[in-house]
């Protein structure tokens, strides 16, 4: 009885999970289309994306890394 309440149990997560990857397969489209309209009004993909990893740091983070690239610029002289 037990092993049948596992299996079950099982199949339930793994539904759940399939469920799951189809939504998140789909909001990656609709990202994928909003950067798409982005691109053909004139802004520039590569930097909304930087801008939207950035606003997903701490500040503390965001400031850290600023300055480490800061640092590395100056060091290959860029």
């Known amino acids: 009885m ?3 309440i ?3 149990q099982l199949r339930l997560l793994i539904e ?3 469920r799951l990857e189809e ?3 789909g909001i990656a489209d ?3 289309d909003v950067y798409g309209e982005a ?3 004139g802004f520039d ?3 909304m994306r930087t801008i939207v990893r950035l606003r997903k740091m701490e500040k503390h983070h965001r400031d850290e890394a600023e300055m ?3 640092t590395y610029k100056q060091a290959l002289g860029i």
Do not use: M
């Open 30 to 32: 609709d990202i994928k």
């Open 6 to 8: 596992s299996a079950e």
């Open 45 to 47: 993909v590569k930097t």
């Open 23 to 25: 939504e998140k397969k």
């Open 39 to 41: 691109k053909s009004t």
């Open 2 to 4: 037990s092993d049948n």
């Open 68 to 70: 480490l690239l800061e």
């Open 16 to 18: 759940r999970i399939e």
